[in-house]
């Protein structure tokens, strides 16, 4: 279940630098959270980053976007290969053998 900024937001900034996945950006008018890349921290945390540090506690889980904690696990898997291309196995070897 990915999570949801409600409309009491006021802005703060605070939890945008704290999400491992960069998935809060500045919307319309309040923070936003692209439910494609929020995974309630699964992977990186034990609890949700933004959570702990909104100072209005308006950071609930959306009841409209339901996902298993396997699935926020390959969320986690198909995020970290979009960034982290020197982990690839090739790479290493190529380096190995240098
Ligand atoms: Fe980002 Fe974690 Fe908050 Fe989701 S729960 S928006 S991954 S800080
Ligand atoms: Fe809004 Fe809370 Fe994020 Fe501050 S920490 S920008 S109040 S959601």
Known sequence: MALIITDECINCDVCEAECPNGAISMGEEIYVIDPLRCTECVGHFDEPQCRQVCPVDCIPRD?????TPQQLMD??????GETAEPEDPTVRQAHARG
């Open 63 to 67: 009841p409209s976007w339901i996902e």
């Open 75 to 80: 969320k986690y898997r198909r995020l970290q």
